[in-house]
């Protein structure tokens, strides 16, 4: 039914117990309820696409004032799809406001922080396979 089922991060519990929320076929691909996962509490990952491909996706949620802080990444552009909240992304000295269903495109070798409003934000990162970001509160 379910095999290789993704690792599910600070949701509790086993994956088993959310594999209501994924369809995963090896020879039809991957299926994920974003809304399911973007639920709860707290800051940081809570979904990130099975490794072993040369992509990376990652839903991460920043509670309210939350915040990615600023830094450079000179591998990989980021494509950053927000599902949910309002918050802003700044890249190098522009400031952009974002809301839920909008995508913004950060190049690679860009100063890049990501701030929630006091609403909270979820979104998604999508890029080449490369090593995690830290979440910290918003100073």
Sequence with gaps: MHRNLPRI???GGDPP?????IDESPDDGLLIDLDA????????VTWSLPHG?????????????AAI???RNDDVD????????????????SVREVAGDQLMLIPRGSRRAIHASEHGLVYL???RARGPLTVRPRR
């Design 9 to 11: 991060v600070d949701q």
């Design 17 to 21: 117990c959310w594999a209501h929320l």
């Design 37 to 44: 996962l973007s639920t709860g509490e707290g800051d940081g």
């Design 53 to 65: 491909g040369d992509l990376d996706a990652n839903l991460i949620r920043l509670g309210p004032r």
């Design 69 to 71: 802080e600023e830094h």
């Design 78 to 93: 980021v494509l950053v799809v927000v599902q949910s909240g309002t918050g802003e992304i700044v890249v190098g000295d």
């Design 125 to 127: 990162s999508i890029h």
